[in-house]
DNA sequence: ATTCCATGATCAG
DNA sequence: TGATCCTGGAATC
């Protein structure tokens, strides 16, 4: 379940129990067994994520470069570390941590100066520090792009997926199809603030929350509800039912690959037609 | 037992 | 735009 603020929270779970060890690293499956060889006992030096990729550091000019992908899974337990599983890439180990990734798109050794490269070609993160959302606007203000595609280009900004793009427009009662272009500087920037703190709490809570406190069920004298993904959402996968704030039905429809999600009464437009 | 689907991304055409 | 890669749980037969 991996957009930014599950990296975030990976690389902190990482420091939190590897940092300033040696680690016993290994590849059960075999896919990352030469890469994993030559990291094998050294220190972890640290742990850090920009949107979606993960990078630990082993040393001076070594990092193991993690992306999840749709499908990938860390998952972490107390030593002893069971015998593996076939599907196992990688395994991290001390005497009082393991970690295992599965399923991972990217599982790789690289160099300072590919890692680089990495930062280089994504946009600015909600979750890094320092950065800010002047460079995705003049990306955004200039294209003709739907502001909903422009969200999941991690060229254009780093971390977002399609939980947080679903539900930072609706909070901000904007029609995922307008252009980028069409967004006013005012709109940007109170979109990006509210990534900032979506994405923050995110971390914190390891799950995507975004419903306004006086919107919870509780408080609109709704019974409580349990969504399938784990948070509390506006409209991510609740297509065809009704909106918790207007009551008219969520609409869904394929965007950029992906399926798209709002709610015509609340993020009034053309709704893509 | 089999198919479908998912919070992602790349590559070919 | 479509095919493809990665895994596992839920839905469907």
Known sequence: MPEGHTIHRLALDHRSRFEGERVRVSSPQGKFTGGAALIDGQVMTGAEAHGKHLFLGFGPDRWVHVHLGL?????????????????????????????????????????????????????????????DGTRAWQRISRSRTTIAALLLDQKVIAGVGNVYRAEVLFRHHIDPYRAGRDLTRAEWDALWADLVFLMAEGVRHNRIDTVRPEHLPEAMGRPPRVDDHGGEVYVYRRAHMGCHICGSEIRTAGLAARNLFWCPGCQPGTGGG
């Open 71 to 131: 499908f990938g899974k860390l998952g972490f337990g107390a030593a002893p570390a069971p015998p593996p599983t076939d599907t196992v890439r990688l395994r991290l180990a001390n005497p009082s941590a393991y970690a295992d990734l599965r399923g991972p798109t990217t599982c790789a050794l690289i160099t300072d100066a590919e890692k680089h490269a990495i930062h280089d070609r994504l946009g600015p993160d909600p979750l890094r520090p320092g950065d």
